[in-house]
């Protein structure tokens, strides 16, 4: 079985937020077998605080299945939709 892919570019404004995000969406992900294999972060300024940016991620999981079904969990639906994020995420599925 092939494995599945999300490439994801998430638009996040500030520090709060941030910590948030790492702190409810990475432990989901690992509970529906997601792994952050890369990461790449593009902060608005040189400031040691995070004061809004891009937050890029691929995330590998067992197959391209997983991959669908956490994208499609209502979890992560209302996350997104709760948080206002539509507008500011990206997610290619691959697998």
Do not use: C
């Not at 500030?14 to 952050?36: C, D, H, M, Q």
């Not at 969990?73 to 599925?93: H, N, P």
């Amino acid at each position: 079985m092939s494995k599945g892919y999300w490439f994801k570019q998430a638009k996040i404004a500030n520090t709060a937020v941030f910590i948030e995000y790492v702190k409810t969406v990475v432990p989901w992900l690992r509970s529906v077998g997601g792994t952050i294999i890369a990461k790449d972060v593009n902060q608005n300024s040189d400031l040691n605080e995070w004061d809004g940016g891009q937050l890029g991620l691929v995330i590998e999981f067992d197959s391209g299945d997983a991959a669908q079904r956490a994208y499609e969990s209502k979890t992560f639906q209302e996350y997104i939709k709760v948080r206002g994020l539509e507008a500011d995420l990206s997610l290619s599925i691959i697998g």
